[in-house]
């Protein structure tokens, strides 16, 4: 059971180049989520999807696109990095339907942009 | 919105003894209060959470306790133990337009001295 699996672990982008982080899910949540890690900033939403076929922007969306790409997975894209966007990127899914709501995290891809 | 806040930001601790962190919410609309543990260079993990309806939950040795009125929720971890050192997150949730919006604290470093 791989749960919710990312992909890169690590990148390093210089200013301005593009790249997409991937995101998948075995456990057929209909909750996807992308948040940033900076520390002494806890956990911050970039992008949901509350459900297949719908994106909606979290508290920090700037610079982000995101695909739900079908039920089981969800990318993020950065399509001009920069400095500011060097962060731990994790992905998490979830199902509202069950009796609690708790995330399943992915292991994070570590980003830095130089 | 939910504004979650979240003390100490740092803890130690002897081993054996215990510790508490504490978390207020802002939104009276939050019904759900899941706790993160989040070991270093790992994912945050899912270690208990409790549902507005109820007073206190256990599980071995952590337990939470949510005041309502208040809108205080506590994590208390007894006999503390050297793999408890990690980083742990508060979170409320609640249902926002069909979704169940998250939001979390800022995170507490647990330090258990050995």
């Known amino acids: 059971n791989a749960g919710v699996t990312q992909t890169p672990k690590f990148q390093v982008l210089k200013t301005g180049q593009s790249m997409t982080l991937q995101c998948a899910q075995d456990?057929?949540?209909?909750?996807m989520y992308w948040y940033r890690q900076d520390p002494g900033m806890g956990l911050r939403l970039i992008y949901y999807?509350?459900?297949?076929?719908?994106?909606d922007k979290g508290e920090v969306p700037n610079g982000y696109n995101v695909s739900r790409l079908n039920k089981r997975e969800f990318s993020l894209r950065l399509e001009s990095a920069a400095p500011s966007q060097t962060s731990v990127y994790f992905c998490?899914?979830?199902?509202?339907?069950?009796?609690?709501?708790?995330?399943?995290f992915g292991s994070g891809t570590r980003l830095t942009v130089v | 919105g939910e504004n979650v806040e979240q003390h100490p930001s740092t803890l130690s601790v002897q081993e054996g003894d215990s510790a508490v962190i504490k978390c207020t919410y802002s939104?009276?609309?939050?019904?759900?209060f899941p706790w993160y543990k989040q070991e270093l260079g790992k994912r945050p993990q899912l270690i208990i959470d409790?549902?507005?309806?109820?007073g206190e939950k256990k599980d071995q040795r952590i337990a939470v306790t949510l005041n309502k009125t208040a809108k205080h929720f506590s994590l208390h971890i007894t006999e503390t133990q050297p793999e408890d050192s990690a980083v742990y997150f508060c979170?409320?949730?609640?249902?926002?337009?069909?979704?169940?919006?998250?939001?979390f604290g800022t995170g507490t470093k647990l330090q258990v001295i050995p």
């Open positions: 456990m057929n949540h209909n909750s």
């Open positions: 939104d009276s609309a939050s019904n759900y």
């Open positions: 409790i549902r507005s309806n109820v």
């Open positions: 998490a899914s979830s199902e509202p339907g069950q009796a609690n709501y708790g995330y399943t």
């Open positions: 979170a409320a949730s609640g249902n926002s337009g069909g979704y169940q919006k998250v939001t």
């Open positions: 999807s509350a459900s297949e076929g719908t994106t």
